[in-house]
């Protein structure tokens, strides 16, 4: 059964970093683009950031770029999402997917599989 299952969220800071990890079982995760999406309260879900099959392609939404990066361990079945310099805006429950494509991009429709969420909160 394929699975993904989020943790590493929790209460931070403004200015604080997270890691947020991506566990993927039941599947192989080198067939599978990755991507990390969020949702706020009475906002729609966006996507954070995707990263390619191999690891060796990656996009980040506006918002984080410089802020946050994407990584992938295929031989540890887990991805990745280190976020830095932490906003109050970034508060949302984040996400990860999973699609099997070549393709990077994070438009959440084209993902197959998704964790459970795992909520990040940035607050003083």
């Known amino acids: 059964q394929l699975q993904l299952v989020e943790s590493g969220g929790g209460l931070v800071q403004p200015g604080g970093s997270l890691r947020l990890s991506c566990a993927a079982s039941?599947?192989?995760?080198?067939?599978?683009?990755i991507g990390w999406f969020r949702q706020a309260p009475g906002k729609e879900r966006e996507g954070v950031s995707c990263?390619?099959?191999?690891?060796?392609?990656?996009n980040y939404a506006d918002s984080v770029k410089g802020r946050f990066t994407i990584s992938r361990d295929n031989a540890k079945h887990t991805v990745y999402l280190q976020m830095n310099l932490l906003k109050p805006e970034d508060t949302a429950v984040y996400y990860c997917?999973?699609?099997?494509?070549?393709?990077?991009?994070?438009?959440?429709?084209?993902?197959?599989?998704w964790g459970q969420g795992t909520q990040v909160t940035v607050s003083s």
């Open positions: 990263i390619s099959r191999s690891g060796g392609s990656s």
């Open positions: 039941g599947f192989t995760l080198d067939y599978y683009a």
């Open positions: 997917a999973a699609r099997a494509s070549w393709a990077v991009r994070c438009v959440s429709f084209e993902y197959d599989y």
